[in-house]
């Protein structure tokens, strides 16, 4: 529409004069200008809005930082946040330095037992040894898997065996000749097999055979099979918050293999945690025998000086100020009365008086007297103290 067509317009409807005209363009300019900033207003919210949100928004590692997971160190180093609370009454493992040895023990053993059970090159390794909760374990176990509940005779309680299923099969393929550098085919959704479990079960009862090995030096204990289970919810042997030892060790064989995990409650190695304590074999606590050996040679080889009491007497001080010289002092005793023999305050023995030549001598009529403080005192302390402790 051209100019002069909308200016006719304009005096149509009576709108002809030029300033109301200005006035009604301006009118719009202002609307439009308005309608723009108020545009702007709304979109620079939502800008300050979504930045302020983006602020308070997490990412996942700072979540986890926050609840104390870590993904790629879990069971590794100190635990932080949630997880440090929920974890803040579990016993760390490390205040049982003997426990490594032991295991350290049984991978030696293992290695050896499994070269010659499967006539093959068998590496045994201690992949890690961790504090963790019972329940958290049974739900962390890869199925499917064969689970062994086994008893510690002497302990009188439970413990649990874990074999993967990779192993299991890399075991029935070595042990029935299969070829080298073939994959284990998995065959999922069924049950072992009868040669299955029996071969698994004869693995396990070496591995129980070597555990008692490595206990023995420390405490004699017997390990046996009580159950075995494919369902972790059988194989329960603690409460699900009870604290547990767990220990990985990993089996290969050339270009295959797998882990078995023991299980071990605290409840369980209660009865030797003081030995689980020793920082190496045979430690004894609060007492050194070889120092022993050595202070008792040398009181030995010590000299005393013991003293032979004839009589003791008490005498009123004003008697003893009244002493000259030439008095004589009667003493109720006999050549034949017992003569004590002290060494300080404590008199050691009885004995009756003689001579030897020009010599006075005592000769020892009874044994020595007991003493009053014996080794079994100190024992005793040493018991107190780490009870209180």
């Known amino acids: 529409m051209s100019g002069s067509e909308t200016d006719d317009l304009l005096k149509e409807f009576g709108i002809g004069d030029d300033d109301k005209t200005a006035d009604t363009i301006e009118a719009v300019d202002d609307g439009e200008t308005a309608a723009a900033e108020w545009a702007a207003m709304i979109e620079g919210g939502d800008d300050s809005d979504d930045s302020a949100a983006a602020d308070r928004i997490l990412n996942q590692d700072e979540i986890d930082n926050l609840l104390g997971f870590d993904s790629a160190d879990l069971g590794l180093g100190e635990l932080t946040g949630v997880q440090a609370l929920i974890n803040s009454a579990l016993v760390s493992y490390e205040r049982l330095p003997m426990l490594e040895i032991v295991f350290d023990r049984l991978v030696r053993l293992t290695t050896t037992t499994l070269r010659n059970f499967t006539s093959d090159n068998v590496e045994v390794s201690l992949d890690s040894i961790t504090s963790v909760r019972f329940g958290d374990y049974l739900n962390s176990i890869p199925l499917p898997a064969i689970l062994t509940v086994i008893k510690a005779e002497e302990w009188d309680n439970f413990g649990l065996m874990t074999v993967e299923s990779n192993l299991i099969y890399s075991m029935i393929d070595v042990l029935l000749g299969g070829r080298r550098g073939t994959n284990t085919i998995r065959v999922e959704g069924r049950p072992y097999t009868t040669i299955e479990m029996s071969l698994t079960n004869r693995m396990i009862e070496l591995i129980l055979e070597d555990m008692h090995k490595a206990f023995e030096p420390l405490t004699p204990v017997s390990f046996s099979v009580e159950r075995m289970e494919t369902n972790p919810r059988f194989a329960a042997i603690a409460r699900p918050a009870n604290a547990a030892i767990l220990i990985e060790l990993r089996i290969d064989m050339d270009d295959r293999g797998g882990k078995v995990e023991i299980l071990l409650p605290y409840a369980t190695i209660e009865p030797i945690r003081e030995q689980l304590l020793q920082m190496f074999m045979g430690e004894k606590f609060g007492r050194d025998?070889?120092?022993?050996?050595?202070?008792?040679?040398?009181?030995?080889?010590?000299?005393?000086?013991?003293?032979?009491?004839?009589?003791?007497?008490?005498?009123?001080?004003?008697?003893?100020?009244?002493?000259?010289?030439?008095?004589?002092?009667?003493?109720?005793?006999?050549?034949?009365?017992?003569?004590?023999?002290?060494?300080?305050?404590?008199?050691?023995?009885?004995?009756?008086?003689?001579?030897?030549?020009?010599?006075?001598?005592?000769?020892?009529?009874?044994?020595?007297?007991?003493?009053?403080?014996?080794?079994?005192?100190?024992?005793?302390?040493?018991?107190q103290e780490r009870s209180q402790a």
Do not use: Q, Y
């Open 289 to 383: 025998p070889i120092w022993e050996g050595h202070l008792a040679s040398e009181i030995f080889a010590a000299e005393t000086d013991i003293e032979a009491v004839l009589h003791e007497w008490e005498l009123p001080l004003s008697e003893m100020l009244s002493l000259k010289v030439g008095d004589t002092l009667m003493f109720e005793r006999t050549p034949n009365d017992p003569v004590s023999l002290k060494c300080g305050d404590v008199i050691m023995t009885e004995g009756v008086m003689g001579h030897i030549g020009k010599n006075v001598s005592v000769r020892v009529t009874r044994p020595l007297n007991p003493p009053k403080v014996t080794m079994s005192v100190f024992e005793a302390m040493d018991e």
